[in-house]
């Protein structure tokens, strides 16, 4: 049997336009790394086509420790929240190569 080790994964979806700040942050509050998708989708606003470059959504994908997740969902609540259109999640993972997360 394979051995597992626990994680978080932090799932954030958001406009394009912020996609790069959000990344940055990430990097500066200590993420290992992400992985981000363009994505489409409707919500409370309103459905979003990405006919410009950054008029539609992103999906960040961030694997790491719990407490590492929760802090960044809490500054983006903080700073992103209020002002763009943004959800994000905490899903327990487990993955197969700890040290990469």
């Known amino acids: 049997m394979t051995t597992t080790h626990p994680r978080c994964l932090l799932t954030i979806v958001c406009e394009a336009l912020i996609a790069g700040r959000i990344e940055a942050d990430l990097a500066r ?3 290992p790394g992400w992985t981000g998708t363009a994505v489409q989708g409707r919500g409370d606003h309103g ?3 990405a006919h410009w470059e950054n ?3 992103v999906r960040i ?8 997740a929760e802090r960044i969902a809490d500054h983006l609540h903080a700073r992103y929240y209020a002002d763009y259109a943004m959800v994000c999640w905490l899903s ?3 993955v197969l190569r700890p040290e990469k997360f």
């Open 29 to 31: 509050l200590g993420a």
């Open 47 to 49: 459905r979003r086509e």
């Open 55 to 57: 008029d539609g959504n």
């Open 61 to 68: 994908e961030v694997v790491c420790s719990r407490e590492l």
């Open 92 to 94: 327990a993972v487990e």
